[in-house]
């Protein structure tokens, strides 16, 4: 029987498959795409951050085109802060183009942002616990001098350029990815400026705000009054500071910039017009501008009142409830 | 909020895929070499001519399998794609086809008297072809010619 001759050997198992745990095997091609993803996001995000201030004004207002219908429908307050804006603005012209609208947020939020298509948006909270006209100046200054410089397209190009990062590693969200970075939700609020931009713009700030009154003590007041909020309360942060970080290198390089332009530090504060000051009864007594000129004496009655205006933003949000 | 959803889809099918695969594939494994000890008698070979007396008859015998990734598999298999190298996810897979359409081929030539099978070929097929949304499977199809010795 020469079948015999024939045989098959076993061989041995699993010499086609490798060894390798297939969750070490993920985990390093995980780490891998992570630290090339990190890398290219960091690198697109600064190409983008410098291209995106060189788009012309216009492509950024049709952008924000698309979110006009969450913009509040403007009125007094409103018409009063565009002309604020206005006067600043012919004080210290913006660039050829660029245009700065101003909307009142009816809510007791202690903030105001710039977003793209120069819309300067200012919540109730924020006015209501401005002192005088000069402080809020400051405020749309600061964000005036965030549109002037292009930072909310420059904060675009860099969510973009991260967003695009994070759909290289969900590749399947990644054709709808300019519709989900320029969608509405986040577009309004979503724009983040770093602290080198917040410096930036509070140079910028200064210079318009110098230009209009002739001198800068809107700043001086603007940053006692939102010290004095820090300190009030600290459980209760308002979310200006979120934004808006409030440091001693902040002020430090405002009073420097005061310093070596030689604006005075002092002058004469404007208070709010009647008209303002009776559509918000919130708002901080008329006196405040007396407070804020009495830069070391505070006396006890100013604090009831600025309490007492703490205490009514407080209430705002349990009654909407 | 719907990113958020497709994260966490996304990580119950990864994780599905993982333990179902892998229960899948070790219970596979050792269906396999079960069946590779039991059908050890019935020799293959690749040579076409074998050295035997032309009384014996011949048959075609033929075995084939459809073995298909995982969600895990098929994640971990796109993340190397992107570096290139060894897709050791696939490679399990491509073994236990191989090796089950081996031993289903056996068992017709078993079935058919055979105990020997001369000039054994592989074929494999893409199931999915050139079409990449679909899932990945691969189809083995073993054959070979069968000799029976006349009763």
Redesign the interface.
Known sequence: M??I????P?LP?GI???R?H??L??AR??A??LAITVIAVVVLALVAERLAARVPFEVEQSLAAQFSDQLPVPNDISRYLQGLADRLTAADPLPPGVKITVHFMDEPTVNAFATLGGHVVVYRGLMEAMPNENALAMVLAHEIAHVRLRHPATSMGRGLAVGLGLSVI????GDNLAAQALGSAGLLTGLSFSREQELEADEAGLVSLSALYGHVQGADALFQRMAELLFADEYRVPAFFSTHPLDEERIYAIQDLAERNRWPSQGELTPFPEAIRIQLPAMTSGEGEDDSLSADGEDDGVRDVEEHGLVEDSQAPDQAK | MLDLLNIILFCCLATVGYVAGRFAEQRHYRFIRSRERELADVLVFASRFPVLPHADKQVLVAGSVVISEDYFKRMVSGLQSLFGGRLKSYESLVDRARREAVLRMKEEARAQGARMIFNVKFQTFSIPGKNRNSGGAVEVLAYGTGLVRPA
């Open positions: 020469r079948a001759e024939y045989s098959n076993p198992d086609n498959v490798s390798t297939p969750l095997d993920f091609l995980v891998a795409l969900s590749a399947g969200t």
